[in-house]
């Protein structure tokens, strides 16, 4: 039996975050069908929206989901160590997350599974094409280009088109020993440069440790957008991006490819 466990952070999502519980649901009996075991951990950053309030009715319906609560609102990149440390720290075979801005469906979990339990690849990294961004042309240019960078870099199987970080999944192994040389990256980065680490970046840093750290082979799949994130306006993106270059040249003096 795999064990499956999912993070996913969460922020005033109240109105929009059931749908995704329900679609988790779904893909809870498909795993379990197949002998395996999902359990998935929501982690509410200091919501202001009632989302408190949803999660915990949730977890009272479904054994699988758990949910934690931040007592302040400590930020994206802050959550995504929190997921995988308890990912980390559990018994899993598989530890992934999934952002829950509803851009991306839990459904496209069950054939990026079998391409890691048929050995296709280690790990699996979302890249997306956003026919209706809300970006112009040079930006989504921009956002290319850097995508196609960091894979690069990182030695990740194939090119983000824009990347979607937000959805991965790895085996549980690499992502401790990632976490491992996340905490020698920060010590670094500090010693290196009198820039403050960017607070954008965290899963395309997770991404580089456990592809290039533990030599992973990490494959970029297409996935479908089925809405739109708020952090993919013109000014988040190019926070992205000039985190992403921050992260990239910083990472290739840290942990060179091989």
């Known amino acids: ?18 749908r995704l519980i329900n ?16 359990e998935l951990l929501l982690i509410n950053d ?13 977890a009272e319906k479904y054994a699988w989901l758990n949910v934690s609560h931040n007592e302040k ?26 952002d829950a801005d509803g851009e991306h469906s839990p459904y496209a979990m069950i054939r990026h599974l079998r391409m890691i339990e048929n050995g296709e690849c280690d790990g699996i990294s979302g890249s997306i094409i956003f026919p209706d961004h ?31 970080p937000g959805y991965n999944l790895h085996q549980r192994h690499r992502v401790v020993k990632a976490l491992e040389l996340f905490r020698k990256y920060e010590e670094f980065f500090v010693a290196n440069t009198t820039e403050a680490m960017p607070r954008w970046g965290m899963h395309g840093i997770i991404i580089h440790l456990i592809a290039v750290g533990t030599g992973a082979h990490i494959k970029a799949v297409y996935l479908e957008c ?4 708020p952090n993919r306006t013109p000014e988040k993106l190019l926070l992205q991006a000039n985190a992403a270059n ?3 040249m910083m990472l290739a003096k840290f942990l060179p490819k091989k």
């Open 46 to 58: 200091n919501s202001t929206d009632g989302t408190r309030e949803v999660l915990d009715l949730a």
């Open 226 to 229: 089925f809405g739109q994130s």
């Open 134 to 164: 809300n970006a112009n042309h040079n930006d989504r240019n921009m956002m290319r280009f850097w995508g196609g960078m960091q894979a690069s870099m990182a030695g990740v199987d194939g090119m983000f088109y824009i990347q979607s």
């Open 246 to 248: 921050v992260h990239s």
């Open 1 to 18: 039996m795999k064990k499956i466990r999912i993070f996913s952070p969460v922020y005033n999502v109240a109105n929009s975050v059931e």
């Open 23 to 38: 679609e988790f649901a779904d893909v809870e009996l498909l795993i379990k069908s197949h002998g395996n075991e999902l």
């Open 73 to 98: 609102n400590i930020g994206n990149a802050g959550n995504i160590i929190v997921g995988y440390s308890w990912g980390a720290n559990s018994d899993a075979d598989i530890v992934g997350c999934m």
